[in-house]
């Protein structure tokens, strides 16, 4: 019952933090058709945010999670104004190659400028031990995560569908043109989608970085692929499928790393990409994909 | 009100429209005319700044507003009802309608707005909460008009308002027409269907392969069966 619970939690929490991931990239997506591969390198700057703090000002590791949130968030921002702006009007493949420009140049500065190997990072020591809920024993950053997730998404629900600036974003993912139209400012949608995805990747890295304690500069890659498998599973573009193929592909992932024999287990990777493939095989566009006609806005 | 002084719009090597002089006065509507693929499409949207104007001048209100940003030229109080309607799909009327408000702060101006056009188009005080998508062509119209009128625009120009609606649907769509203009509302209506058009409207353009070639009043180019065989092919039925 025990083991259960706890690989419960455990696939919750990773399932929860693709979503999250999944989500920022998705949200940029449905309004720009731009596919941020740079995404990564919010996580990568949130974590190295929270090692110069630490570094210099920070005493309690505490205030840590915040400015790696904070970090994220800005660099999302700092990304659409210095980047993604100038070829906003440029064809698709010239934004998706300023993505892996900026993921390029980010890396290869903190490479440069600061060192090639993990450098650790301080967390807080109540992050790492468990926590007792119900005679159980669990891990206290699974059982954060999973809450986190759920907090996080509830907020952007009620952001997309209560506020005005949700309501704009909503409808730019489905006709960018006719939100002009309406009189509605276009960078301020665009910045708010950039920095609702710094947020989620923020909220992401704070995790990220709880388990492997270290940052270095290409620790982006794997979230970001990760993040990228998850918005294809769930259907490209959409939100919920995001949210969806980001659970499902954590899940996934957690189970088969319970039940594999050793001798396999190495190949977990191999075998959930796989099963993606055979998933997109049986419904090319992803489990809550429409299919679209070429030429279709909708 | 609106002044276009040698307006051209290209594509790539492709000029859709060609050094196109016009005027719209206040309280007037005029009537855009020309056959498919004339470049009316082109003109309203290079007007309102959803493409660029690649030579020439627009002026609205005596401003020139050749350059300047869609979302910009709205909040002066000149926007368009684009083709094809294009509501959005997957948000309810009401959200279309709020969206439609965005460039107004006032709370109470935003439900007097939006209680005058539930008042003007009824069908949709009923679909209020459905999805625009399940509305019928026509009411869809309606919807993308209204949504127009929330931001309190002082000329609206409507594209091709009856495209693909049945012809009891269109005479709704150009009653209301008139009744906007009676309410002192400027327009300038794009439509292929010019013997109608011409019955609401006080002047009239004509376009063809991208440059103009009528322009005058409605009731001259409408009594002129020579003028309406020549331009629009249209003359005796
Ligand atoms: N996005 C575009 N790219 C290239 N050519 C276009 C585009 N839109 C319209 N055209 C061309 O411009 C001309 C005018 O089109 P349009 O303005 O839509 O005419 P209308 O509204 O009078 O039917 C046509 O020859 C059309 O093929
Ligand atoms: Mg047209």
């Known amino acids: 019952m025990e083991y259960f619970v706890q690989q419960t939690i455990n696939a919750l929490s990773v399932g929860g933090e693709y979503a999250l991931l999944a989500l920022g990239l998705a949200i940029v997506f449905s309004i720009m058709n731009l596919v941020n591969f740079a995404h990564g390198e919010l996580i990568t700057l949130g974590g190295y945010a929270m090692l110069f703090s630490a570094a210099w000002f920070v005493s309690d590791p505490i205030y840590l999670l915040p400015i790696c949130v904070l970090a994220a968030t800005g660099a999302a921002i700092l990304f659409e104004r210095v980047a993604f702006r100038p070829v906003r009007n440029a064809p698709e493949t010239t934004g998706l190659l300023t993505a892996f420009g900026v993921s390029i140049v980010v890396q290869n500065a903190l490479l440069i400028f600061v060192a090639t190997r993990p450098k650790p990072v301080p967390i807080p020591d109540w992050m790492q031990g468990t926590i007792q809920i119900a005679g159980l024993h669990l891990p206290m950053v699974q059982v954060l995560e999973t809450s986190c997730t759920v907090v996080a998404a509830t907020g952007l629900i009620l952001l997309l569908t209560k506020t005005n600036l949700g309501l704009a974003m909503r409808a730019a993912a489905k006709d960018f043109t006719v939100v002009r139209l309406m009189g509605i400012?276009?960078?301020?949608?665009?910045?708010?989608?950039?920095?609702?995805?710094?947020?989620?990747?923020?909220?992401?890295?704070?995790?990220?970085?709880a388990r492997r304690g270290a940052v270095d500069p290409m620790m982006g890659f794997s979230p970001v692929l990760k993040a990228f498998v998850a918005c294809v599973l769930g259907g490209f573009g959409s939100l919920l499928g995001a949210a969806v193929?980001?659970?499902?592909?954590?899940?996934?992932?957690?189970l088969l790393q319970a039940t594999l024999p050793s001798e396999?287990?190495?190949?977990?990777?191999?075998?959930?990409?796989?099963?993606?493939?055979?998933?997109?095989?049986?419904?090319?566009?992803?489990?809550?994909?429409?299919?679209?006609?070429?030429?279709?806005?909708? | 009100?609106?002044?276009?002084?040698?307006?051209?719009?290209?594509?790539?090597?492709?000029?859709?429209?060609r050094n196109v002089s016009a005027t719209v006065e206040q309280g007037e509507i005029v009537a855009l005319l020309g056959p498919n693929g004339a470049g009316k499409t082109s003109l309203v949207s290079s007007i309102v700044g959803i493409i660029p104007v690649s030579s020439g001048s627009v002026g609205f209100d005596g401003e020139d507003i050749t350059r300047t940003p869609v979302e910009s030229i709205v909040r002066k109080g000149l926007t368009l009802t684009p083709e094809g309607r294009r509501v959005f799909a997957g948000l309810s009327v009401a959200e279309n309608l709020r969206l439609g408000a965005s460039t107004q702060s006032d709370r109470a101006a935003v439900e007097e707005?939006?209680?005058?056009?539930?008042?003007?188009?009824?069908?949709?005080?009923?679909?209020?909460?459905?999805?625009?998508?399940?509305?019928?062509?026509?009411?869809?119209?309606?919807?993308?008009i209204a949504r127009s009128l929330m931001s309190r625009p002082r000329m609206l120009m409507l594209d091709e308002p009856s495209l693909g609606l049945a012809p009891r649907v269109v005479e709704r769509i150009f009653e209301h027409i008139v009744e906007l203009k009676q309410s002192g509302l400027t327009m300038l209506v794009v439509e292929q269907n010019a013997t109608e058009a011409l019955a609401f409207a006080d002047r009239a353009y004509v376009l063809a392969s991208g440059k103009l070639v009528f322009e005058g009043a409605a009731s001259e180019l409408a009594s002129s069966d020579r003028l309406m065989e020549a331009y629009l092919g249209t003359g005796v039925d």
């Open chain 2, 1 to 17: 009100m609106l002044q276009l002084t040698d307006v051209s719009v290209s594509y790539g090597p492709i000029q859709a429209v």
């Open chain 1, 245 to 254: 193929g980001g659970l499902s592909l954590g899940m996934l992932e957690v």
């Open chain 2, 113 to 144: 707005t939006l209680e005058t056009y539930l008042e003007m188009f009824p069908i949709l005080r009923e679909r209020y909460h459905q999805t625009a998508t399940t509305l019928s062509g026509g009411e869809q119209q309606m919807l993308a």
């Open chain 1, 264 to 298: 396999v287990a190495g190949f977990r990777d191999a075998i959930v990409f796989l099963l993606v493939g055979a998933v997109l095989i049986w419904r090319p566009t992803g489990l809550l994909g429409k299919r679209v006609e070429l030429g279709d806005k909708e």
């Open chain 1, 185 to 209: 400012k276009a960078d301020r949608v665009i910045l708010g989608a950039f920095a609702v995805s710094g947020f989620l990747a923020g909220l992401a890295a704070v995790f990220i970085l």
